[in-house]
């Protein structure tokens, strides 16, 4: 993941309170939430930010949640908000777990930030981490937002420069099934003014690494 990207997280990070209603994404979190087991389990966050949203509905329904974040004043914020969520200092793509760890994985609004390269890998690290019958949700971008079918490049978000890569949904939804991953749902989503592609995969039960 670029390295700047560090540095414009902690800038965001001093105005998310003034931002902290602009997406809601209850929607896509009950959609999620629906195809998974109905125990609770350990939700494993890419991303997790400020612990808000997703981090914080999963533990209002007891699930265990480790979230992951680059930028040090976000997981300041995260402590503060969702102080129960176990906190990890790292770049997603150093990020090393025990095989089938989790029963969930979710990436909002994180993995279109890394280099479309390395989505193959970082997707194969998460249906490693997953166990058989976990299930993924990620955001994806696509010409909708960035204007290219495939992109890497900087836009301008809430007046900072951000990176953001992608291939095209077919090229997606080709990578995903050669790693192994069953494809559950793959919708367009417009929340807070941004259509993305909302993704959500599960790893088939049988399946070990």
Known sequence: MPKELMAVYDKLARTYDENRGLFDMTAVFND??????KKPGHLLDLGCGAGEPIPGLFISNGWRVTG????????????????EMKRIFSDIMDLEQENGTYDAVAAAYSLFHIEKENHMSLFANIFRWLKPGGKALFTYATREYTGADSFSGYIEFMSVSLFYSHTTPEALRRMLRDIGFDIISMDYRNIGGETFLWVTIGKPIGKKT
């Open 32 to 37: 999620f939430f629906n195809v998974l087991d």
């Open 68 to 83: 992951v974040d680059f930028s040090k004043k976000m997981l300041k914020l995260a402590e503060k908000y969702q102080p």
